[in-house]
């Protein structure tokens, strides 16, 4: 049994709502380029990267700041914590994390990018360090 038009239509139109019953909001989907009616979580998802110098870095799509504009725009916001109850977002120029390297086109006006912390996690007597990125439509 289907949707009704008004169901139907709130569950499509609403950030806050998962159409396509992914565990992913449409805002989540549509910020990071996924489809919010086909199930493709581990495929847009924003996701760390490793490296062996001590930073924590993740790595994600996003809109270009060409097509991203207007009522619809989405801001990403990136941020570091030791603790997981204070966070330090892009923002904050000084400790804050940072975009590395450029940005690379992917098409459809998105690209990927590449943050990471500005602390090392041996850094502040080697407490754990975490990075995540989050979204926000206007």
Partial sequence: MG????????????????????GLTNLEERAFGGDSLMGDKRTIM???VRKNDGYEYITFKKYQDAYNTGDDRIEYIVETSRDLRTWITDSDTTNGPLQVGNAVDVGGGMEKVVYRSRE???DNGGKQLYIRVRVKSK
Avoid: I, M
């Fill in 3 to 22: 949707k009704s038009g008004d169901k139907a239509a709130y569950l499509f139109n609403r950030d806050d709502q998962d159409s396509d019953g992914d």
């Fill in 46 to 48: 924003p996701r760390a």
């Fill in 120 to 122: 090392k996690r041996t």
